[in-house]
């Protein structure tokens, strides 16, 4: 396509920095280098084979999903090594078959002895055995057998390769989301390592084999200080970032390479609010900020350069409309935006907002943030 | 298509109960007849052509949307008279003309001079004068002109009138969804109607055409008891209902036909959690009732029959896993559900979480809840 400039753009639409994305891209595949653990990136943030391309080894990966449907779009484009890191259930297990049959070479998830039965007797049945990693519980966040019920785990693992479909661990450190400087979260990264390896180690001693024992988040693979043991790193928004990240620490709001290009349609100046066409419904209704010690509203209003105005937040979203105003408490005065002006809004959370969108405008700051390429992403599932 | 039990259906994905969902557009139907107004209906909730058929007056309309992309797929359709209810920005009125050379009779909305001017040079320019609405703000929501601003209002539509493209006025009384009783209820609709035919009188006596007088929202819809000097009426939401409505006082929770179906991937026994394979993705991030008397978490659990367990919510979500479990302080006991069995979700808000779906699963009670029909949604700008 031929260079855009953003004032040629319908609002709202997504916008991506391409340079901001790929110093992000750059900066956790090195740390990860030095560690010495391959990366596994987790495709449910970005749904897009161009942002895929760039995050992979290889154009056959390996990639995290979190929907058959993402798996099924990587697979049509080649990429052959996918781990399906939910909790499978029943109805999606002929889906994970014919892919299988296509040569993908599909892993999954369990964390109870019902999921494990149903993997062995889909195997029974259908003659397809699907490897399955055990999902571990490192931080009570949400999924997955403690380190503590390793009598489970085990039972687990012996079900499992009782057929032969035990390939190891994995677990996603969730809680991490809600550390809030580096030492919490070098801690929170040392957690889940020692805790994975652990669970590891437990079915290796009862004679189990775990060949791969996986972890991931992006706030625990920024902070990792020594991933002995572990066999590979899964995290999804480190591609973009966002201000929940921001928030927690593992990047500045100047990295965040995803924002919301919008116009003003209103003014209400008694009230000190400018009005957007975009609400959530280009926003998303994530409010992750909110439980962290500097709430963004609905997101940041910054220039068309995409630099912050001082203290200017989406403080209200309707569907198609957001209302800007300065963050409560603070004695910044509002730009001299008029009707007809654009905006650009940093999101939440990246993966929130790009999944109301269908296409990455991707813009380069070299050309004067022109929009140089269009990238379709996909969703459902 | 033939019917399919729930069981066979993939998770997660959305369920419509069709009777629930006729008896309230009937509802809604039979209240506006009796005050003698017309619907104009919203389709920013359904965003389907199936549901449209239903609502509509008839195939041509008249209908309201929040998207010119929704103006597009229901014109594409042959419905013809359509409001445009966001204020119109530069970037869209290409597309808004393009519509209307085809024949459609496409209204816009302004609430300030630079809107109007647009829309002028914009009928100087290409030679298409497109009728346009002077929003009001009738009680501080968001968009509009005051009563109390009629010098405004009158240099707005003495700018539209000279170009002959002064329609009317239209509210949206947003506020009324922080109503909490029918008497708030009515006293905000009274309002909604009292200051929007006061703002078409200052129009009139100005020696400016009116003929339009249109207000909306689902909570004021349903409450109004006089419509005396309104032409039409707005609504949406009142078509699935959802909790928020529900604790707005509107409908009940019997009345909402939308539903997330969900499959059981896990259990956390000793903090009483129950996963399920549908997380914001499937429900979307709205926590409507976050600020209600009664705080719904991410949805309210029903069985596959749609009746709900006692206090049994969505706590906590991710992008595609939640977390259920009992409301906090409520002693109900977790029902025995184990994995791979189906629940069914009520959303807080059917417009954020139906925007994250791309079919309706169409089922009827009579039928045993079997999926009669799959109607296609569709979305963005």
Same mark, same amino acid.
Request: with cysteine; net charge negative; hydrophobic share 35%.
């Given at each position: 396509m031929n260079a855009l400039s953003l004032d040629r753009l319908e609002t709202p639409c997504l916008l991506l920095d391409e340079e901001r994305m790929a110093a992000n891209i750059a900066r956790l595949k090195k740390h990860l280098a030095i560690l010495n653990v391959p990366l596994r990136p987790h495709l449910k943030t970005a749904k897009s084979l161009d942002v895929a391309r760039l995050l992979m080894q290889g154009p056959k990966g390996p990639i995290t999903v979190s929907t058959i449907r993402e798996a099924e779009y990587f697979a049509e484009h080649g990429v052959c090594d996918i781990l399906y890191a939910v909790g499978i259930t029943r109805n999606k297990l002929e889906r994970a078959s014919v892919l299988r049959k296509q040569g993908v070479d599909l892993s999954v998830v369990v964390d109870s002895i019902p999921a494990a039965q149903a993997l062995v007797s889909h195997a029974r049945e259908i003659g397809d055995r699907i490897p399955a990693l055990i999902e571990i519980d490192a931080d009570g966040h949400r999924s997955g057998v403690r380190l503590s019920d390793s009598e489970m785990l085990v039972e687990i693992g012996r079900l499992l390769h009782e057929e032969g479909i035990l390939k190891g661990v994995m677990t996603h450190?969730? =809680?991490?989301?809600?550390?809030?400087?580096m030492e919490a979260l070098v801690s929170a990264a040392e957690q889940e390592r020692a805790i994975t390896v652990a669970c590891a180690q437990a079915l290796r001693v009862s004679g189990l084999p775990c060949s791969v024992v996986s972890i991931g988040s992006t706030p625990t693979a920024h902070a990792a200080r020594d991933l002995t043991g572990i066999t590979e790193v899964r995290a999804g928004v480190f591609v973009f970032f966002d201000l929940v990240m921001a928030g927690v620490g593992v990047?500045?709001?100047?990295?965040?390479?995803l924002s919301v290009l919008a116009t003003i349609i209103g003014r209400q100046h008694d009230r000190g609010w400018i009005i957007v066409d975009a609400g959530w419904m280009a926003m998303s209704r994530d409010r992750g900020t909110g439980k962290q010690q500097t709430d963004q509203g609905y997101g940041l209003v910054c220039d068309l350069n995409g630099d912050a105005y001082p =203290?200017?937040?989406?403080?209200e979203a309707n569907q198609e409309h957001g209302i800007l105003g300065?963050?409560?408490?603070?004695e910044a005065i509002l730009p001299n935006l008029r009707i007809g002006d654009l905006v650009r809004i940093l999101p939440n959370h990246a993966c929130a907002t790009a999944a109301q969108h269908d296409v990455y405008n991707v813009i380069m700051r070299d050309s004067k943030?022109?929009?140089?390429a269009r990238w379709t992403r996909f969703r459902g599932w």
């Open positions: 450190a969730g =809680d991490s989301y809600a550390c809030r400087n990047c500045s709001i100047e990295d965040i390479a =203290d200017m937040l989406m403080l300065v963050r409560p408490g603070s943030h022109q929009v140089q």
